[in-house]
Every structure is written in structure tokens, then in C-alpha cells.
């Protein structure tokens, strides 16, 4: 069965979400991304790394993030990815949305919401 596109969509910006999120704390590299949103979600978003690097390179693209390579072991090189501030500012923005988003779906649901449970 084929995703539906607007879902696809929706899992991007919740991912874009996580990954500025997660980036605030420290650099991390891809596959640490990856674990860590599965760790810090509690398994509830768990993604694969190709999922992963286009919202990655789409965030790049918009000065949202950096790179920068850190040699690890003889051979092996991480990309570690750093929040830029227009990525802070962006995670306010996704914040700020996503919270009244989920309130007014919480009502629509008739569920009560804690407004220090979204901080």
C-alpha cells in the first residue's frame, strides 16, 4: 500500500521538527540523529537514515543547519550537523505550531491538555 502524500509531507515536518530539536542539544551524525529520536520519542518516531538525509539536505539547503567532518578511526569520516541560528528560530516557529496544532486536535478529540505537558 502506497504512503499518501500529504502523510509523507506531515512525517517530514514532524522530522524537521526532531532534528532541530535534537541538533539544539548538541552536533550530532546521522545515525545518531536516528537513534537518539528513537530514544528521546520513547520508540514512538522511529525513522530509517534514508529518510533521514533529505530533510537533512533539505534543511542544509536553507541555512537551517551546517555540516562539518570529524575524522573517526582511520578510514572513517562523521558528518556531524550543527543548528545554525536561522534553524533556532525555526524551531520556535515548528514549536509554536505544532503545540496549537495538537491542542486543537486534543479538543477535537473532547481530551483535556496539560499546557506544561507541550514544554
Same mark, same amino acid.
Given at each position: 500500500?502506497r504512503? /499518501?502524500p500529504?502523510?509523507?509531507a506531515?512525517?517530514?515536518?514532524i522530522?524537521?521538527?526532531v532534528?532541530?530539536?535534537?541538533?539544539?542539544?548538541?552536533d550530532m551524525?546521522?545515525?545518531?540523529?536516528?537513534?537518539?529520536?528513537?530514544?528521546?520519542t520513547?520508540?514512538? %518516531?522511529?525513522?530509517?537514515?534514508?529518510?533521514?538525509?533529505?530533510? %537533512?539536505?533539505?534543511?542544509?539547503?536553507?541555512?537551517?543547519?551546517?555540516d562539518? &567532518?570529524?575524522?573517526?578511526?582511520i &578510514?572513517?569520516?562523521?558528518?556531524?550537523?550543527h543548528?545554525?541560528?536561522?534553524?533556532?528560530?525555526?524551531?520556535?516557529?515548528?514549536t509554536?505550531?505544532?503545540?496549537a496544532l495538537?491542542q486543537?486536535?486534543?479538543?477535537? %478529540?473532547g481530551?483535556?491538555?496539560?499546557?506544561h /505537558?507541550?514544554?
Amino acid at each position: 500500500m502506497r504512503e /499518501d502524500p500529504g502523510q509523507s509531507a506531515f512525517r517530514r515536518g514532524i522530522l524537521s521538527l526532531v532534528i532541530l530539536a535534537l541538533l539544539k542539544r548538541e552536533d550530532m551524525y546521522g545515525y545518531q540523529l536516528v537513534q537518539e529520536a528513537n530514544r528521546s520519542t520513547g520508540g514512538a %518516531l522511529t525513522t530509517q537514515e534514508g529518510s533521514l538525509y533529505p530533510v %537533512l539536505y533539505k534543511l542544509q539547503s536553507q541555512g537551517m543547519i551546517s555540516d562539518y &567532518r570529524v575524522k573517526s578511526g582511520i &578510514r572513517m569520516t562523521r558528518v556531524y550537523y550543527h543548528l545554525e541560528p536561522a534553524g533556532e528560530a525555526r524551531l520556535e516557529e515548528l514549536t509554536r505550531e505544532y503545540i496549537a496544532l495538537s491542542q486543537g486536535i486534543y479538543k477535537l %478529540l473532547g481530551k483535556e491538555v496539560d499546557p506544561h /505537558d507541550a514544554e
